[in-house]
């Protein structure tokens, strides 16, 4: 089998490109986007040490699959926020939405 | 080290659709491509699930991530179309945010998985055992009451409330 | 200490003589003087000074005065009954004059030994004791008089107290720092005296120029004082003159007395020091350290001033020590007794009231100018010996000086019209007489015509102020009846009764309104002596304009007094004829003879000075003897010249008595007091007023000095000059100005006599008041103006100020500048900088939360690379 740490690394590629998509994206949705991407690279990170360290524990699998369901609650939810801004201000540019400006 | 076989050459696919679907994610101005980008990465990620012996979750990534979750976001995109298409796909930190994210990278791959995972690390990189638990055995953890029961109630309730909350949020205000 | 024992001790009496006068002097200060303010045009005031008018003065209430003049009185008399009792008992010491009257005590402490002041009771005193308060007393009767309606009556009295009581310090001192202290309290008090009517300029003018011209000289005094003190280490005169110099030999004296009381005092450094109960226990009188051998002998006591006199002065290497000093004391004389060139205050002195005129230029104050050179003769005769020809510095001075200013004053005075001023240089004259003689070394002579002019000065100054006061009755008289004037100004009403009869008035009225024109009339008027020598035409003060000015003291407005003014003509030709010295008879022949006589003696041993004084003296005598006879002339003898005159007289009451009486008491001195001095060999009289060897006084006053004075004997050739001086001017003023009296209006014959130019000069004194004014006067005023206040004051003292006071604004400047830029600057600074942070720190509140989230991504990578540095996470990897 692949070494364990090139699992890791794929994971940790994908995971900073979704970092990077979070903060650079202008589009609301784009950044929903990259946001699953981060918990897709989490994922992987779990399944493979799950299979590596601890293959009869399913404890791994378990949490992964908490983990989708969080992803798509949150997803879910963010996308119903997402219309709603929508509607209110006819733009999903996250840079616009700044009341919180001081 | 590393045998030139099936499962490797499936891991190098899978893992340039992970890389290149998330790189067109984050760098496609249109958002359908995005979307679709996105469910390309999925897609490597099932794979990966596949060669790690879990296939369940490969079934659960591709019915629900993409399935649902990447639908959901098309959808969201057709709902939410400016009028001008013309924005600019990157905000005014960029490079910042591509520099604070190589940074990321980099401390995580050389000042943790190598360290402790790479050559010479401290831990081991095959396989402990091939003796893998079924699908069967994970069924069991999520209904048994001294395993992973509470938790699974309470994740269904947060997807009641999820769902509950969304219709809220969503819903027609005029009405 | 037992108050009947101190009284009785002769040697404490002295102490209280000038006591009753200064006592006098604070208590006139401190309780009267109480005044009204009463407008300045009323008649009390009488003259009315332009200034004051529309203003109130003060004018002194009856009760002060009536106290002011029962206190003067008091102390004057208490001062005359102690001096006698002083007298009587110091005449019956045994062998006065060796053992004399003394107490002293410790004054300062000096280290080791102290300076001791006290009193002291020698024959010299003596005759001051039995002439000054005599004088005093007669001149405060003549003030209840004079000033009695004066505004500032109780003033005066208060300050001739302390000139009395001064002038008593002064003769009763038994060092020369006490008699100093008597000498400048003297000058303080003729300051004041001749300023009294300080409203008249030339009053004040006069009174500034007396203290300063005395004071130059009395400087240079003290510098003689201080050099005296610093080679001798005391001031006392006993033991300068009379005591041997410590060191001397005491075991031959001892040996030959039996004595050793003396030794001890003499151990304790000469001083006489009895405490009066011990004397009063003994019940003997105080002695002093012997003179080696008996009086009378030939051997010269080594005293201090004989030291002096061998021992060669500091930075004058030719004169002796007590040379220097004696013409030091001398210059101080020569300024208080108003010597040439230091004579130009005493005619000036004038201003003053006529009591402050007889009290300064008879009885007290160039008295005792020649009372001091008496005193110090001996420290002025050390190293030489003028009886035979050798004279010392100062003594050639005396001589000097004396006789020019003798003959220089009377010169000026038979040129005066103004009647005190004949007699202030008369005066100056006369002890230019005294001075001469001690200067030829005649100490007796000089001293006895010290006393007997004393008297009669004293006398023919308040003759002439009751002469004065006569005229300015005449001048009533004619204001009052509207006499060519016609105008009525505030004075007596027009219908008062004048001087035959005093009517039912009281008295004191009666005098008020007489003399409602005011004592300050005499301000007026005794002030105009200065003014007339230069302007006849002199302008009175007062307010009123009398058309032509009256002057009551110019002689020419006088004549034929002596039908109004009996009294005061009897009173004045008696002392006149003793200063013209009338042979025989009057008390001025015998002292000026005895001069004379000691000159002439001198000259037929072929001695210079003695020569000189003779001729000055001789020619100076006769002139005096031709100016009294003009004054007498012009004055009493003829007809009234002048309407004024006609009516001059002093009335009826106190103030005419007060004013005659003393001058009857001192004719009858001015007559008598010579024949105290008559030589015994002298023919008939000798006889029958000199019982023994020498003349009374002689034998008196011979006793003060320690070294034995030769006694002079009859001559006939000096008493022929006398006589003839004497009788030769008063013949020439007979024939000029009483066989044909001048009438109204004719010129003085002295003036075609001696020619215009000639005469003028002499009228202007030779022009020495010009010039002292030009020469001094003048560059003084220059200096005090231009460098004193300009440069010094203004320029100097006052740069110096701006000059602090310019940094100090500056340097308040630039704290304000500090404190508006630092610390304004800070205190608005620092809430400034908050506002600007806190500006600066809300821009970081965007509102974009991609820009929160990567900065939160930021922190945690840089956590994470400390985090990996510290725990050496990152060293761990190969």
């Known amino acids: 089998m692949v070494p364990l740490w090139m699992y890791l690394i794929v994971a940790a590629i994908v995971f900073c490109i979704g970092v990077y998509g979070v903060l650079s994206r202008r589009n609301a949705v784009a950044i929903l986007m990259s946001v699953e991407l981060m918990l897709s690279s989490v994922n992987i990170n779990l399944i493979a040490f799950w299979r590596y360290t601890a293959p009869e524990n399913m404890a791994g699998q378990v949490f992964a699959a908490f983990v989708f369901v969080i992803a798509a609650a949150e997803a879910a939810v963010g996308l119903a926020i997402i219309i709603s801004i929508y509607r209110n201000r006819r733009s999903v540019i996250v840079e616009d939405v700044n009341l919180l400006r001081g | 080290m590393l045998e030139l076989n099936a499962a490797t050459i499936a891991f190098f696919i899978f893992s340039i659709f992970l890389v290149g679907g998330a790189l067109g994610v984050v760098t496609s101005s249109n958002l359908i491509h995005g979307a679709l980008y996105l469910i390309i990465s999925l897609f490597g990620g099932a794979g990966f699930f596949v060669l790690l012996s879990a296939p369940f979750m490969a079934a659960v990534q591709v019915l629900v991530y993409i399935g649902a979750i990447a639908v959901l976001i098309i959808f969201a995109v057709m709902l939410t179309r400016s009028m001008t298409r013309m924005t600019e796909v990157y905000n005014r930190q960029w490079w910042l945010s591509a520099l604070a994210g190589a940074l990321l990278l980099l401390m995580l791959v050389v000042g943790v998985i190598l360290p402790v995972w790479g050559n010479g690390g401290a831990r081991p990189n095959m396989p402990i055992s091939d003796i893998v638990a079924t699908t069967e055995a994970l069924g069991v953890a999520f209904v048994s009451g001294d395993q992973y029961v509470l938790p699974f109630e309470v994740a269904s309730l947060l997807l009641t409330g999820v769902m509950i909350g969304a219709i809220v949020l969503a819903r027609d205000t005029e009405s | ?878």
């Open chain 3, 1 to 878: 200490m037992d108050i009947n024992a101190l009284l009785n001790d002769p040697n404490f009496l002295p102490w209280l003589i000038p006591v009753g006068p200064l006592l006098a002097f604070f208590i006139i200060s401190l309780l009267t003087s109480r005044s009204k303010m009463t407008p300045a045009t009323s008649a009390a005031y009488g003259g009315h000074h332009p200034d004051y008018d529309g203003m109130d003065v003060p004018i002194v209430t009856d009760r002060s005065r009536v106290v002011s003049i029962i206190v003067g009185m008091s102390g004057a008399l208490s001062a005359w009954i102690l001096s006698l009792r002083v007298v009587f008992e110091a005449l019956a010491v045994q062998d006065f004059g060796k053992n004399v009257l003394a107490s002293s005590l410790d004054w300062m402490d000096t280290g080791l030994t102290a300076f001791r002041m006290g009193v002291l009771v020698d024959p010299l005193t003596v005759i001051m004791l039995i002439m000054v308060p005599l004088a005093v007393t007669m001149i405060f009767i003549y003030s209840i008089g004079y000033m009695a309606n004066d505004p500032r009556q109780a003033r005066f009295f208060a300050l001739i107290s302390l000139f009395a009581g001064a002038m008593l310090t002064l003769v009763v001192a038994d060092n020369l720092l006490l008699l100093f202290f008597g000498w400048e309290v003297m000058g303080v008090c003729s300051y004041l005296l001749i300023g009294f009517w300080f409203e008249k300029k030339s009053a004040y003018n006069a009174a500034i120029k007396a203290f300063t011209t005395t004071r130059v000289a009395d400087v240079i005094m003290l510098l003689g004082i201080a050099y005296l003190f610093f080679s001798t280490g005391t001031l006392n005169f006993r033991d300068i003159m009379y005591n041997p110099m410590p060191g001397q030999d005491m075991a031959a004296h001892v040996e030959e007395t039996g004595d050793h009381s003396a030794e001890t005092a003499v151990a304790e450094g000469g001083a006489v020091v009895v405490e009066g109960e011990a004397a009063a226990a003994e019940g003997d009188h105080s002695e002093t350290a012997a003179a080696e051998g008996e009086y009378g002998s030939e051997a010269h006591v080594i005293t201090w001033a004989a030291h002096l006199g061998e021992t060669p002065a500091i930075f004058f290497g030719g004169i002796s020590a007590a040379g220097l000093i004696g013409i030091f004391l001398i210059i101080g004389t020569i300024g208080k007794s108003a010597q040439f060139p230091l004579h130009v205050w005493l005619p000036d002195a004038m201003e003053g009231p006529t009591p402050v005129s007889a009290m300064i230029h008879a009885a007290a104050m160039v008295s005792a100018g020649v009372y001091a050179v008496l005193r110090m003769y001996p420290v002025f005769e050390a190293g030489g010996h003028p009886h035979d020809g050798v004279f010392t510095s100062p003594l050639m001075l005396m001589a000097v000086v004396g006789s020019v200013t003798a003959l220089f004053a009377a010169t000026i005075a038979v040129a005066q019209n103004d009647v005190k001023k004949v007699l202030a240089y008369s005066t100056i004259s006369q002890l230019g007489f005294m001075v001469a003689a001690l200067g030829i070394g005649g100490f007796v002579a000089a001293a006895f015509h010290l006393i007997t002019h004393a008297f009669f000065k004293a006398l023919l100054f308040m003759a002439s102020g009751a002469v004065i006061h006569g005229m300015e009755h005449g001048e009533h008289h004619v204001h009052a009846h509207g006499h060519s004037h016609g105008h009525d100004d505030g004075h007596a009403p027009a219908a008062l009764p004048q001087g035959a009869g005093g009517g039912p008035l009281d008295p004191r009225l009666e005098l008020a309104m007489d003399h409602g024109h005011g004592s300050a009339d005499h301000g007026g008027h005794d002030a105009h002596g200065h003014a007339l020598v230069t302007t006849h035409a002199a302008h009175d003060d007062h307010a009123e304009d009398h058309g032509h000015a009256f002057d009551p003291q110019d002689m020419m407005n006088m004549g034929g007094l002596r039908k109004t003014m009996p009294v005061t003509f009897i009173t004045f030709l008696i002392g006149g004829m003793s200063l013209a010295g009338l042979p025989l008879i009057t008390a001025g022949f015998w002292s000026k003879d005895e001069i004379i006589a000691e000159a002439w003696l001198g000259t037929t041993k072929g001695f210079g000075p003695h020569a000189l004084v003779l001729i000055c003296l001789s020619l100076a005598a006769f002139m005096t003897a031709f100016y009294t006879m003009r004054q007498l002339g012009l004055t009493f003898w003829g007809d009234n010249r002048t309407e004024e005159a006609a009516h001059a007289n002093l009335g009826r009451g106190i103030v005419s008595v007060a004013m005659t009486l003393p001058l009857i008491i001192l004719s009858f001195f001015a007559i008598v007091a010579g024949f105290v001095g008559v030589l015994p060999d002298f023919p008939i009289l000798g006889g029958i007023f000199t019982p023994g060897k020498v003349a009374p006084f002689g034998a008196l006053v011979e006793k003060a000095l320690v070294n034995p004075v030769p006694h002079l004997s009859f001559n006939i050739i000096p008493v022929l000059i006398s006589f003839t001086v004497a009788l030769g001017g008063l013949f020439l003023g007979w024939l000029m100005y009483w066989r044909k009296p001048l009438t109204a209006g004719q010129k003085d014959p002295m003036i075609t006599i001696l020619g215009d130019s000639v005469h003028t000069t002499l009228k202007n004194k030779y022009y020495f008041d010009e010039l002292y004014i030009m020469v001094f006067v003048k560059p003084s005023q220059w200096f005090a103006k231009n460098v004193s206040y300009e440069f010094l004051d203004k320029g100097l003292i006052d740069g110096f100020l701006h000059l602090v006071a310019a940094v100090f604004t500056f340097i308040g400047d630039l704290l304000k500048v500090l404190n508006l830029w630092l610390i304004d600057g800070v205190s608005d600074g620092i809430p400034t900088l908050i506002a600007r942070s806190g500006k600066w720190f809300r821009g970081t509140q965007t509102g974009r939360i991609q820009q929160y989230m990567l900065f939160v991504l930021i922190a945690a990578l840089v956590i994470g690379v400390i985090f990996a540095v510290t725990t050496g996470v990152l060293q761990a990897a190969p």
